[in-house]
T-cell receptor, first 111, second 114 residues
Framework: DGGITQSPKYLFRKEGQNVTLSCEQNLNHDAMYWYRQDPGQGLRLIYYSQIVNDFQKGDIAEGYSVSREKKESFPLTVTSAQKNPTAFYLC??????????FGSGTRLTVV | QQQVKQSPQSLIVQKGGISIINCAYENTAFDYFPWYQQFPGKGPALLIAIRPDVSEKKEGRFTISFNKSAKQFSLHIMDSQPGDSATYFCAASMRLTGANNLFFGTGTRLTVIP
């Protein structure tokens, strides 16, 4: 996956439960992004971080939270406030020179 | 508001045919237009990209045509193969300004029939 790893590949969440999706990169890229993918809606931006200890909300940030304590890591927490979390989540590591490198994604299902 | 509009939503092509996917944008500040290919259960991967100072870029069977005045660009897949069956996304960004954010189209699911 070009140096970016998402885990787990599949995740099941019970109603009212918070879950955390992992994203790790060894590409030495400063910027990292989280997207949500639903059928027919393309990729929608949740959060992004251009630098350690700083991040910004994307178009659909409600019900999600992130942290960026290390350059290599950008975990996404799906909180109980996210009412429709079932989706495919994609993390990307980004550099101006090489563009976007996506992970293989995490498929989250509410049970 | 969708910054990049993509069509068609799905496309079925016979093996050996030409697949054409179209995208349009409004923001004239966009200066980088990549196409991504995504197979089921995988993340998108960069396929080919173009800057607005050229009208066409070709890599193997894949060609981007770019019309700056019409604010449109398209992906042509020549001699389409069953292995090309995937979802394709166009995108746009303002790389020269240092902005990383990519604005994606809604995707086209391509099926190539043997």
């Amino acid at each position: 996956d070009g140096g970016i790893t998402q885990s787990p590949k599949y995740l099941f969440r019970k109603e009212g439960q918070n879950v955390t999706l992992s994203c790790e990169q060894n590409l030495n890229h400063d910027a990292m992004y989280w997207y949500r993918q639903d059928p027919g809606q393309g990729l929608r931006l949740i959060y992004y971080s251009q630098i350690v200890n700083d991040f910004q909300k994307g178009d659909i940030a409600e019900g999600y939270s992130v942290s960026r304590e290390k350059k290599e890591s950008f975990p996404l927490t799906v909180t109980s406030a996210q009412k429709n979390p079932t989706a495919f989540y994609l993390c990307a590591s980004v550099s101006l020179s090489y563009g976007y490198t996506f992970g293989s994604g995490t498929r989250l299902t509410v049970v | 508001q969708q910054q990049v509009k993509q069509s068609p939503q799905s496309l079925i092509v016979q093996k050996g045919g030409i697949s054409i996917i179209n995208c349009a944008y409004e923001n004239t500040a966009f200066d980088y237009f990549p196409w991504y290919q995504q197979f089921p259960g995988k993340g998108p991967a960069l396929l080919i990209a173009i800057r607005p100072d050229v009208s066409e870029k070709k890599e193997g069977r894949f060609t981007i045509s770019f019309n700056k005045s019409a604010k449109q660009f398209s992906l042509h897949i020549m001699d389409s193969q069953p292995g090309d069956s995937a979802t394709y996304f166009c995108a746009a960004s303002m790389r020269l300004t240092g902005a990383n954010n990519l604005f994606f189209g809604t995707g086209t699911r391509l099926t190539v029939i043997p």
